[in-house]
């Protein structure tokens, strides 16, 4: 089912960077971007590694409270089948962020509003990059679910297409963060910054709820999805504002005759 989700972003990203193909947000623009994400941990200076490490730390001490945690989940399951929990799992799903993405980009094309395109190539970007991350550690880790009941120590490591070993970390905590991030870095407003947080912590409690991941599992998803739109965005603020220095102060010439 992930990987359908994943080749489906993979075809809306060709599709969604086809139709900006006159714009700046392109294809071009997508692999050149792509080369840049992956390389950049070469660059990384001792703050990105100070993140790391707080991630890294943060994830080993939940995994100390994963078990207390789903048993007091499993004692009261009064939050299950709620219009919140709903809200949570819709929002991490594949088509929510197809849904947002496609929305964006078709407002774009239609008022020719380059904000709605920006948003739009943002998120499905993060969401594959973010995506290709998780996908890869649930593969590598092969941590088993809860509902296996096989405790929280249990690894099986490299089980490709075992989903029962997919628990860390998660991949709907993964997309709902990306497209919060997204969504929140563009909004101008301080309080719907902080309310397009809400779905995303939402698909947290449902994916902890229904039994399918650890408390430690969507800790380091949500910190995936986090980092990963917060670069994506910072990228192209960094640009527009280098733009817009280059059109303020434009290079002159003068020839002294």
Do not use: C
Not at 150 to 162: H, K, M, Q
């Amino acid at each position: 089912m992930r990987i359908k989700i994943f080749a489906t972003l993979l075809l809306s990203t060709i599709f969604t960077s086809n139709i900006y193909s006159q714009n700046k947000y392109d294809i071009s623009q997508f692999y050149n971007e792509s080369i840049q994400f992956v390389k950049q941990p070469l660059n990384w200076e001792g703050n990105d590694w100070l993140k790391l490490g707080l991630v890294s730390a943060g994830t080993i001490l939940a995994v100390q409270a994963d078990q207390p945690i789903r048993d007091a989940v499993l004692r009261d399951q009064r939050f299950n089948g709620t219009v919140p929990e709903q809200i949570g799992r819709v929002w991490g799903k594949g088509y929510a962020t197809i849904f947002f993405a496609g929305a964006f980009g078709l407002h774009g094309l239609i008022t020719d509003d380059p904000s709605s395109k920006k948003i739009g190539f943002e998120i499905i970007q993060a969401t594959l990059y973010a995506g290709a991350i998780t996908q890869f550690l649930k593969m590598t880790v092969g941590r088993a679910r809860p509902y296996t009941n096989e405790g929280i120590g249990n690894y099986r490591p490299f089980s490709l297409w075992n989903d029962d070993y997919h628990a860390l970390p998660s991949g709907e905590v993964t997309l709902a963060f990306s497209l919060s991030t997204v969504l929140s870095k563009n909004s101008k407003s301080d309080l719907l910054k902080i309310i397009s947080y809400l779905p995303a912590v939402l698909t947290m409690a449902s994916r902890v709820n229904r039994d399918m991941h650890w408390s430690s599992d969507v800790f380091l998803a949500a910190a995936i999805g986090y980092f990963v739109g917060d670069w994506v965005t910072n990228l192209h603020e960094e640009q527009g504002s280098s733009l817009e220095i280059s059109n303020t102060y434009p290079l002159t010439i003068r020839i002294k005759l």
